[in-house]
């Protein structure tokens, strides 16, 4: 039985799109439910029913400081869907550590960086900043604690000396929209166990291929 999977939306739905094309394959084993926005006109709501997505709005502004109040309302939706999985894509507010660990296991982030270096805002500024190298894409568990969940899959790409936080986001972005269909396929395929802040992958092996940058 394919796994039952929300996603959680506050802006254009990126990613949300890369999920909703991966699921389309009957084959993939999770059917993507809902997608839920806390702002009425984000741009993915727009995405979303284009797709033949059904939509949720659960708007936060109202709630304002009430976080407990708007998850609440959040996980109503979520058990009216009867959600197996939730799969943060862009969604731009922070949980309660009761409503977290209520889906320990269960909750995904991506972040555009490899984590854990680059965690909260501007990451690509960060990584430029820091003068590294390589940068890209982490898919997490979500945990209390913001961008510190047990790691399911990464992605890099080479950082160029004359990069911008935008052409470095972009060729991350192509990156994300690789790993969190990877990643949500390995999570719903019940392939991934957490092991304390490790996930074990069953059945995975390291890539032979190094990524080295700046190519000789």
């Keep these: 039985m394919r796994r039952r999977v929300a996603i959680l939306i506050s802006g254009r739905g990126s990613n949300m799109s890369a999920l909703i094309e991966a699921a389309r394959d ?87 960086s490899l984590l854990p270096s680059f965690p909260g805002l501007e990451p690509h500024a960060q990584a430029i900043k820091a003068g590294v190298k390589l940068s890209g894409a982490t898919v997490h568990f ?3 604690d913001t961008d510190a969940g047990p790691i399911i899959m990464q992605g890099a790409v080479a950082v160029a000396d004359d990069d911008t936080p935008e052409t470095l986001s972009g060729r991350i972005l192509t990156v994300e929209h690789r790993i969190y269909p990877a990643a949500l396929k390995l999570v719903a395929d019940m392939r991934v166990r957490i092991d304390g802040d490790r996930c074990i992958i069953e059945g995975s092996e390291a890539s032979g291929t190094p990524l080295i940058a700046p190519s000789a």
């Design 26 to 112: 009957n084959a993939f084993p999770a059917e993507i439910t809902v997608v839920i926005s806390n702002k009425p006109d984000a741009a993915g709501v727009a995405k979303a029913r284009e797709a033949g997505i059904p939509v949720e709005i659960v708007a936060s502004k109202p709630y304002g400081k009430d976080r407990a109040g708007f998850e609440a309302a959040l996980q109503a939706v979520l058990d009216s869907r009867s959600i197996d999985i939730v799969c943060l894509a862009g969604f731009m507010r922070l949980f309660t550590a009761d409503f977290v660990l209520r889906w320990q296991g269960r909750m995904l982030n991506i972040h555009p």
């Design 142 to 144: 979500v945990t209390p």
